[in-house]
């Protein structure tokens, strides 16, 4: 919607996120596969990760950061108007897990819906989820990155099941009472390249069999290096562009806030965007790849360290499965 099209900004006014209390390290994967904390460290820059306990579903996590949204920002369930759930790990093919979230948390006249951009999710949600406060149609948006991934990774394939963890992380959107709000975006997605990172069994192409379980359909799979220079090129391109078409260079920023997939394509983007350090949100090192989590956790800990005032510009940016990709530039509120 273009800036004269807004009947109203979509303000971030509340950030909040939940990671597990386990800690993996990579000496513990040590353990499980033929790896090496080095190369871990060296190739990715993550040195642990946490996972969720076995019985316990994707929707734990998106419980817990819906209530401390409406903890934080003292409000009843009820004030809510939508509830958007980015996830590539619900906790069942349907009901949506953003349901399960809504009946959680008791908010009565809502709606709610799981959306499914894989590492892009959180930018694909947030631009949604704020489209309803600018055309004036909500007041109130809980836009939630929630991911398992210990629930879909082979620990018997070590190029990918080192770089993932669990987390969720999220935002409350509001009709920003001044200039502070969703400035822009830009999202993409491209299906030619499926294979390069999917789960391929499980779904209506490859319904659950003895078979499919026997092959190992039902975890991620992913072309590590086909999806490194995708990832590099689109995570640096988009945020580029995004500045650029709103006059904008990285002098600008406060902070850029990528997805943590890998150290080296985040020092990529920064770089191309001539960012110093101070300006890259970066936890990858504890967290890993937590999916569509990466993004609103690094959010909401920066928020929590005091690194965000009125006024200063964030942009947000994700690459992922699809293959898709998006930046989404705000000014930050109180
Ligand atoms: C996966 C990734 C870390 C691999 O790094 P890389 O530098 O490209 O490494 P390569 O795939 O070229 O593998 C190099 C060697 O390390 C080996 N290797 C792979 N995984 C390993 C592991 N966990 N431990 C030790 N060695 C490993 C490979 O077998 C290969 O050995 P070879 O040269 O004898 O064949 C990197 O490609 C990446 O981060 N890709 C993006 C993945 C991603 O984040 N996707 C999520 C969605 S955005």
Same mark, same amino acid.
């Given at each position: 919607?273009?800036?004269?099209?807004?009947?109203?900004?979509?303000? $971030?006014?509340?950030?909040? +996120?939940?990671?597990?209390?386990?800690?993996?390290?990579?000496? &513990?994967?040590?353990?499980?596969?033929?790896?090496?904390?080095?190369?871990?460290?060296?190739?990715?820059?993550? /040195?642990?990760?946490?996972?969720?306990?076995?019985?316990?579903?994707?929707?734990?996590?998106?419980?817990?950061?819906?209530?401390?949204?409406?903890?934080?920002?003292?409000?009843?369930? @009820?004030?809510? @108007?939508?509830?958007?759930?980015?996830?590539?790990?619900?906790?069942?093919?349907?009901?949506?897990?953003?349901?399960?979230?809504?009946?959680?948390?008791?908010?009565?006249?809502?709606?709610?819906?799981?959306?499914?951009?894989?590492?892009?999710?959180?930018?694909?949600?947030?631009?949604?989820?704020?489209?309803?406060?600018?055309? =004036?149609? +909500?007041?109130?948006?809980?836009?939630?990155?929630?991911?398992?991934? /210990?629930?879909?990774? @082979?620990?018997?394939?070590?190029?990918?099941?080192?770089?993932?963890?669990?987390?969720? =992380?999220?935002?409350?959107?509001?009709?920003?009472?001044?200039?502070?709000?969703?400035?822009?975006?830009? #999202?993409?997605?491209?299906?030619?390249?499926?294979?390069?990172?999917?789960?391929?069994?499980?779904?209506?192409?490859?319904?659950? /069999? +003895?078979?499919?379980?026997?092959?190992?359909?039902?975890?991620?799979?992913?072309?590590?290096?086909?999806?490194?220079?995708?990832?590099?090129?689109?995570?640096?391109?988009?945020?580029?562009?995004?500045?650029?078409?709103?006059?904008?260079?990285?002098?600008?920023?406060?902070?850029?806030?990528?997805?943590?997939?890998?150290?080296?394509?985040?020092?990529?983007?920064?770089?191309?965007?001539?960012?110093?350090?101070?300006?890259?949100?970066?936890?990858?090192?504890?967290?890993?790849?937590?999916?569509?989590?990466?993004?609103? $956790?690094? #959010?909401?800990?920066?928020?929590?360290?005091?690194?965000?005032?009125?006024?200063?510009?964030?942009?947000?940016? =994700?690459?992922?499965?699809?293959?898709?990709?998006?930046?989404?530039?705000?000014?930050?509120? &109180?």
């Amino acid at each position: 919607m273009t800036e004269e099209g807004k009947k109203f900004r979509a303000a $971030i006014t509340a950030t909040a +996120h939940f990671l597990p209390d386990k800690v993996i390290t990579n000496a &513990d994967l040590e353990r499980l596969v033929d790896t090496s904390d080095g190369w871990i460290r060296s190739r990715t820059g993550i /040195s642990e990760r946490r996972f969720l306990p076995e019985d316990e579903p994707t929707s734990t996590m998106a419980i817990a950061v819906a209530q401390e949204l409406l903890a934080r920002r003292e409000i009843d369930p @009820d004030d809510i @108007d939508l509830i958007i759930v980015a996830t590539i790990t619900p906790d069942m093919i349907f009901p949506a897990t953003a349901c399960l979230v809504q009946h959680a948390i008791g908010a009565s006249g809502v709606w709610a819906y799981d959306l499914s951009a894989a590492c892009s999710g959180f930018v694909f949600a947030v631009a949604t989820g704020a489209q309803f406060i600018e055309s =004036g149609a +909500h007041r109130r948006v809980m836009v939630i990155g929630a991911d398992k991934m /210990s629930s879909i990774l @082979d620990f018997e394939d070590r190029t990918t099941c080192v770089l993932f963890g669990d987390g969720a =992380g999220g935002v409350l959107l509001e009709r920003g009472e001044d200039e502070a709000g969703l400035i822009d975006f830009e #999202l993409y997605a491209d299906g030619a390249a499926v294979e390069c990172l999917h789960i391929k069994g499980g779904g209506s192409l490859y319904p659950p /069999s +003895h078979e499919t379980v026997d092959q190992r359909m039902h975890y991620i799979r992913q072309e590590g290096r086909t999806v490194f220079r995708f990832a590099v090129e689109k995570m640096a391109e988009v945020s580029a562009s995004l500045l650029e078409r709103n006059g904008l260079t990285g002098a600008d920023l406060k902070l850029f806030v990528p997805h943590q997939a890998n150290k080296r394509i985040i020092d990529a983007a920064a770089q191309r965007m001539d960012l110093p350090p101070e300006k890259v949100m970066m936890n990858i090192d504890r967290y890993a790849n937590t999916t569509a989590a990466t993004i609103p $956790i690094a #959010l909401a800990e920066a928020a929590d360290q005091g690194r965000l005032e009125r006024g200063d510009l964030v942009l947000m940016t =994700g690459v992922g499965g699809g293959l898709t990709w998006g930046s989404t530039l705000f000014r930050w509120g &109180d």
